[in-house]
């Protein structure tokens, strides 16, 4: 098969990643417009009491955290991405299929963090040059959604946000420290004004009447469905991360130590902080953009200007990162592996910068209803895909993945299942989205069907997730698909046989400097079929971790 340096294993020097990356990188990824908007929205659009708000938000990330861990294992074992992993699951010709349901869904959001990345820089011109700046005449009209300066906004803000698309993954974790350090005491600060400017959160009423004829439970498991719709792009990418790691344990409890703790805090401080202002203004400002320019509004002066205009200009590049590590590299490693003649990952991520322009990202995001809808809209796709992934890796695998037949077309591949389809794999997941289809078409289309439907979709992701995980274990136990190619058939199946070997035998050639430990590669040598690399075997050790020249 078609293949290119950024689809074949990572080799040992490019695993950089560190245990203190890890930690960082949720740090960085946590702390910005969309977590915020997130917590503000939930106490703004649930019925529940705020107490059962925040528990049901913090037993959300907490099992989110669950998948995240969970579906980094199989990246940081192989140094494989998602998009030739996907292919272990559904088949070589499949996986293009399952490539191109992440592919849409990167640059849905790629687009989305861009707008919000632009309407705080919109909050930076404000704070530069005042009313000179928001006086601007609008020639837009109202149905557009946004204005002639905010379009203004996006196009410089991606102006800006551009050049880091030709920065490639492995080297863009020094941009992710920056936002670790500098982002959470950026969160802290706006937390304590809103709380000291209204003297606390008071009653915790919004002012908002929820009409809902939800149950108690089932509007916990929206308050799930939102966290998780939130967090899915995450999920999903994990392994094109966790590729680089430096050891297989550095994904684990790291990611576990920067990932929850961050997220309860923004949550928990978006939620505290929207009701406290109210008590302030007098209104609930679901988004972070129009809380900080009712700040402006009610607080203009030289000190509220320049501590909005640095909480804003860090969160304009903050949000530039978290598009990089959640969107544009996802989306860059999936247009590789459907054209990995014409792109590679950089490349991908200039394409993917251009392209969020098609996305008209403004429409979705009026109100907090339509936003919490757009978080759950895609979910029912993306959480039956990500459960058949680890019911794949560790049920039916138990965790062993042959890496050379994830490369290859012929029909004795471990991969091929039929004519490269795993049909009971698809069934699997189309069965399990199937279920939230109607209660989607409901959501943007109130009033059209019936409340279990409508129910069905506001917990949608855990729904989906659980039947496809059921369904692909049940057929996968049933059919039984080959673990090993032919020849192997006695390998022992004990959980992750294969890791230590980086997923190889001892006959299998070397793909991009990675293969059978024990045996040293020299450039030169021996022809690599994927690229024409030459190399050669010089000499086999029994034992040893596999030295690299």
């Known amino acids: 098969m078609r293949s290119n340096l950024d689809l074949k294993p990572t080799p040992p020097q490019d695993r950089t990643w560190k245990v203190y990356n890890y930690v960082l990188i949720w740090f960085q990824s946590t702390f910005n417009v969309n977590e915020w908007n997130t917590g503000a929205s939930l106490m703004k659009e649930t019925n529940l009491p705020h107490g059962q708000v925040i528990g049901a938000a913090i037993v959300g990330i907490f099992l989110t955290c669950i998948f995240t861990v969970s579906n980094a294992r199989v990246g940081s074992s192989y140094h494989l991405g998602y998009n030739v992993l996907v292919r272990s699951t559904f088949g070589i ?13 990167a640059l849905i959001w790629f687009g989305v ?5 632009s309407q705080m820089f919109n909050l930076v011109l404000r704070c530069i040059f005042g009313y000179k700046w928001t006086d601007l005449p609008n020639h837009l009209p109202a149905s557009a959604d946004i204005t002639t300066g905010g379009i203004l906004a996006f196009f410089l803000y991606w102006l800006i946000q551009m050049p880091l698309m030709w920065c490639h993954p492995k080297h863009i974790r020094y941009f992710f420290t920056f936002k670790a350090i500098t982002l959470p005491f950026a969160t802290l600060g706006l937390f304590i004004f809103c709380v000291v400017r209204g003297h606390g959160p008071g009653d915790w009423s919004t002012g908002v009447t929820v009409v809902s004829t939800s149950s108690r439970g089932n509007q916990w498991m929206a308050v799930f469905n939102t966290i998780f719709g939130t967090l899915s792009p995450m999920i999903i990418n994990q392994p094109d991360i966790a590729r680089y790691a430096k050891r297989k344990e550095d994904t684990v409890v790291p990611q576990a130590i920067g ?4 997220k309860i805090c923004v949550i928990v401080f978006a939620m505290v902080g929207v009701v406290s202002l109210k008590r302030a203004y007098g209104e609930v400002y679901w988004n972070m953009w129009d809380l900080l320019h009712a700040i402006l509004d009610n607080e203009w002066s030289a000190g509220s200007r320049t501590a909005v205009f640095f909480l804003s200009l860090l969160y304009a590049a903050g949000t530039a990162g978290t598009n990089i590590f959640a969107n544009s590299i996802p989306f860059a490693t999936d247009i590789t592996g459907l054209l990995p003649r014409y792109f590679n990952i950089i490349r991908g991520q200039i394409v993917c910068g251009f392209l969020c322009w098609a996305i008209v990202p403004w429409k979705f995001l009026a109100n907090a209803t339509q936003f919490l809808t757009f978080l759950g809209s895609y979910s029912i796709f993306v959480a039956p895909l990500i459960g058949c992934l680890l019911s794949d890796y560790y049920i ?18 471990v991969y091929h ?6 049909i ?26 019936n409340d279990v439907a409508t129910e069905i979709y506001d917990s949608g992701w855990l729904y989906t997730f659980i039947s496809g995980f059921v369904l692909y274990t049940v057929l996968g136990l049933i059919f039984k698909p080959r673990v090993f190619p032919d020849g192997h058939e006695d390998t022992p199946k ?21 293969g059978y430990p024990g045996k040293i590669y020299i450039e030169g040598s021996e022809e690599d079929s994927a690229q024409d690399e030459k190399l050669k075997i010089i000499t086999s050790i029994k034992s040893g971790g596999g030295l690299y020249m």
């Open 396 to 413: 039916i695998r138990r965790g062993n993945i042959h890496v050379p037949s994830l490369y290859t077309k012929k029909s004795s591949g």
């Open 424 to 449: 009971w794999g698809f069934f699997a997941w189309a069965l399990s989205t199937v279920l939230g289809i109607p209660g989607l078409y409901s959501a943007y289309n109130p009033g059209t069907l």
């Open 494 to 514: 004990t959980w992750e046989y294969m890791t230590s070997t980086d997923g190889f035998f001892e006959e299998d050639a070397s793909i991009n400097g990675v």
């Open 113 to 117: 963090q861009s707008y919000y990345g």
């Open 259 to 262: 990932f929850i703790p961050p």
């Open 93 to 105: 010709y499949l996986g293009y299929f399952m490539v191109f349901v992440r592919f849409f869904i």
């Open 417 to 422: 299942y039929y004519k490269g389809v795993n």
